[in-house]
């Protein structure tokens, strides 16, 4: 098991940046991907970005180009750069990990979210 706490949401103008931190601790060799959804208000959760053990990411057509997920050298935070900032990107953001392969050691680990809000 792992547990995640995400930060640096707030409020931004459209245009502007944001850079928001998942804090990775507990299990983290066991972690296959982790990954950054986001859910508005009324809507469904979206995932905008995967990274993996390996290092290679993925991202949602909406986020793509202008969205960033990293991860620093000892694995212990996973960042997700914001750039271009739109106002359909106002949503809560929440850090995943997962862990897959049918072993006792499974998981899908959730972070309590952080508020991005893009709005002039």
């Known amino acids: 098991q792992v547990h995640l706490v995400e930060s640096g949401g707030g409020l931004v103008q459209p245009g502007g940046s944001l850079r928001l931190s998942c804090a990775v601790s507990?299990?983290?060799?066991?972690?296959?991907?982790i990954n950054w959804y986001r859910q508005a208000t009324g809507k469904q959760r979206e995932l905008v970005a995967t990274i993996t053990t390996s290092g290679s990411t993925n991202y949602s057509d909406s986020v793509k180009d202008r969205f960033s997920i990293s991860r620093d050298n000892a694995k212990t935070t996973v960042y997700l750069q914001m750039n271009s900032l739109k106002p359909e990107d106002t949503a809560v953001y929440y850090c995943?990990?997962?862990?897959?392969?049918?072993?006792?050691?499974?998981?899908?680990?959730w972070g309590q979210g952080t508020q991005v809000i893009v709005s002039s």
């Open positions: 995943n990990a997962r862990s897959w392969g049918g072993t006792i050691a499974d998981f899908d680990s």
């Open positions: 507990g299990s983290i060799f066991s972690i296959n991907a």
